[in-house]
């Protein structure tokens, strides 16, 4: 029971990408679990929640510095801890 109050609230907006100012590497220390639209998903990269949308990758397509090219797609959106 001590860890859930040793959790940090879950942002706004998170990104999984280390060099996005959205990452909150404290966040990802414990299991996220996102919630689109009714629906678990565990490939999502990036998330707002005030915003309503996620992104997640395009099959495996990858842009020109081999990073997965990114899809945002709009919803209900829910995030929490596992």
């Not at 990104?15 to 996102?34: K, L, T, Y």
């Amino acid at each position: 029971m001590t860890e859930a109050t040793q959790r940090p609230e879950l942002p706004d907006h998170l990104s999984i990408d280390a060099r996005s100012p959205f990452h909150n590497r404290a966040v990802f220390e414990h299991d996220i679990g996102i919630r689109f639209n009714g629906k678990d998903r565990t490939d999502v990269e990036e998330y707002c929640i005030s915003e309503g949308w996620v992104k997640v990758p395009a099959g495996k397509t990858l842009d020109r510095k081999g990073q997965p090219l990114l899809i945002k797609l709009k919803g209900q959106v829910e995030a929490f801890y596992r």
